[in-house]
Every structure is written in C-alpha cells, then in structure tokens.
C-alpha cells in the first residue's frame, strides 16, 4: 500500500510547507499540490517544500499543456527534480474545460495535448532532441534542453476521468491520478486503466494508480462533514453530469447552491444547502467511519489511498488523525 496527501494550491507557502513536513512526518508518501488557475503559484510552492522536506516524493497535481507550454513543464519538472533529490513526481492533465473558459482557451483535442505532451517530455528528460510535427504540438528539431535533467525518467502520472483519458493512463503513464467522485467509483475506473494497459502491452502492476479522494475527517463527525460541505459547495456545480449521475444527483440540484456561492459569494449559505445524498462524494468522519468506506475501496483494489482536500475542519489535525490511526491500519491489515 502507499499513501498521498493532496492539497489545492489556495492556502499560503509557510502553512503549505508546514503541512507537508506534517505530512512526511506522518508517514506518507507523496505530497501532491494543485495547479488551479489564480491561486498561488504550485511551482514556486513545490520549491519551498522540496528545500524543507527530506524524504516524502512531491508531485504537480496537475500542469496542462493549455496554460502551460510543454517546454516549459519540462524545465520546470526537471528543476524541480533536482532541487529535491529526484523526489518529483509530474502530475499531467488536460485541465478543467469549465476553468480554462475563465482565461478564453478551449479546450481543443485533449487526449491529443495530453498524448503528445507526454511524447515530447520523455524525449527531453532524457537529454534528446523532441521535435514534433503533431496536431497539439508542432516543434523544429532544435528542441531539447540546454542542461542535463538530473534524472532521465521522471515520473509522469495522468489525471484522468473519461475512458479514453483513463486507458491512455494504462497505455502512457507512470501513474495514475484518477479523481473518484464517489469513491466507489474505482470499480469502474480500474478495468479502464487495465484497458489501456492491456493494448499497450503493459503489466497493470507496474502503473501507480493513487485512488483519489476527497477526504474530512476529524474527532467530530459533524466538524469533518461541514468542512466537506464548503468544499461540495464550491465545486459541485462545475462537476459533470456523469459525476452527478452516480450520486443520484442532477445538475438543478446544484442551481440554488450556485446561486448563493457564486452569485451572492455566500459560501456559508452554500455549504448549508449541501445534502446528505451530495457528502458521498467523498470519504467523511471520523478515523473509524473512514476505515470502514476506505476497506471497501481496497477490497476493489486500490493500491494507494489518495487523500484529498478538504482533509477536515483542522488540515494539520486530519494530516496526524490519518497519520496515526489510518495509515497504521492498512500497513498492518485489519486488526
């Protein structure tokens, strides 16, 4: 089993780093931190917790070749790397359509962008020319890095949701970052992964494929499911209506939750219009309640438990619940 924490880019660089030196502390893995539109900068973030920590892997969850030029992810990846040791992990995705309406980019082709992305990062991290003639991409053959990446794998994980994308995890990548809204939704996701894996003539079990999760959890059940709440209220009216299909939800059911928080920027009115049926989007309550549903998620066959914002009312507090009653709990078996 492997365990990751992910944050969104939103909070400030001290308490970013504080929390993942927490984080290592605690026992986890990887580190994983968003790259949302205008919020702070994931790279500059990442720098500052790469130069605290010691141990735990740090990982971009995601870049996207819509805002971020290859040639750039490249070099940025490849810095990052060697600034921590070789613990950088590159999340890759085609980016949220919703969001990249907001800087006027469609979203054109994006299994295409993320394919041939993937293509030309493997070329340059290992010191070789990447010239392309695509339909995303378009390079000379002048096109390489001018320093030598400190390591000529890095390890690229897809974000994923549609089937194509997630095949292409199984057929493209090092790992997956598959967003499972709810979590049992992983019983669908896998036999996709394995898909792709299957066409491309590789063995599933060499692919990371972390069970991404929204997670609340804290000593009071009713303090970890507001927490979930606020963030089921900022997000749930851009999630697709497939995502919502699963909860027994449509996208109406989010009309007067939009209203309040995107309109009225009423986020607390918002997060009390979040119903019961919407929290199984995530995994919420105490350590207790959070083993029970995450058992079931490894016995679909997750990997690696995956455990995502909100985290709970307290950040540093769920971080160290985890730390200390989840993760034991899977290391050793049930008990």
């Known amino acids: 089993m492997r365990f990751s924490v992910r ?3 939103d909070l400030p660089v ?5 929390l993942a030196l927490a984080a290592e502390r605690a026992g986890f893995d990887q580190f994983w931190l968003s790259d949302d539109l205008f919020q702070r900068s994931a790279t500059v973030m990442l720098a500052a917790v ?13 870049f996207n070749p819509y805002t971020l030029n290859p040639a750039q992810m490249a070099m940025e990846a490849a810095t990052l790397d060697e600034l921590s ?3 950088f992990c590159m999340g890759l995705a085609s980016g949220a359509g919703e969001f990249l309406k907001w800087i006027g980019i469609e979203q054109k082709k994006p299994l295409t962008a993320v394919v041939e992305t993937i293509e030309v990062l493997r070329k340059l991290f290992a010191g070789e020319k990447a010239p392309l003639d695509g339909d995303f991409i378009q390079w000379s053959d002048a096109t390489r890095l001018r320093f030598t990446p400190l390591r000529r794998q890095i390890p690229l994980y897809l974000g994923a949701m549609s089937p194509r994308m997630l095949q292409t995890i199984g057929s493209h990548a090092d790992g997956g ?13 896998l036999p996709q992964i394995r898909k792709g894996a299957h066409q491309a003539g590789r063995d599933l079990a060499d692919i990371d494929v972390a069970a991404c999760i929204w997670c609340s959890i804290s000593e009071d059940s009713l303090a970890a499911e507001n927490a979930l709440r606020a963030k089921i209220a900022f997000y749930g009216h851009a999630l697709s ?8 939800l449509t996208r109406g059911d989010f009309d007067d939750i939009e209203q309040a928080v ?21 995994v919420v309550g105490t350590p207790r309640q959070l083993i029970r549903r995450l058992e079931d998620l490894v016995n679909l066959g997750a990997r690696h438990l995956s455990f995502g914002p909100p985290l709970g009312p307290e950040p540093m507090k769920a971080i160290e619940l985890i730390g200390n009653e989840v993760l034991p709990w899977f290391r050793g078996g049930s008990q």
Do not use: C, Y
């Open 7 to 9: 944050l969104n880019n």
């Open 14 to 18: 001290e308490k970013t780093v504080s």
């Open 50 to 62: 790469a130069r605290e920590t010691e141990r735990i892997q740090i990982g971009s969850g995601i």
């Open 85 to 87: 040791d070789g613990r």
């Open 177 to 189: 970052l598959p967003l499972l809204f709810p979590p049992e939704h992983f019983s669908w996701v």
């Open 241 to 248: 209506p497939t995502i919502l299909a699963r909860l027994g």
């Open 262 to 282: 995107v309109v009225e920027n009423d986020l607390s009115r918002g997060s009390a219009l979040v119903t019961g049926d919407m929290l199984r989007i995530g």
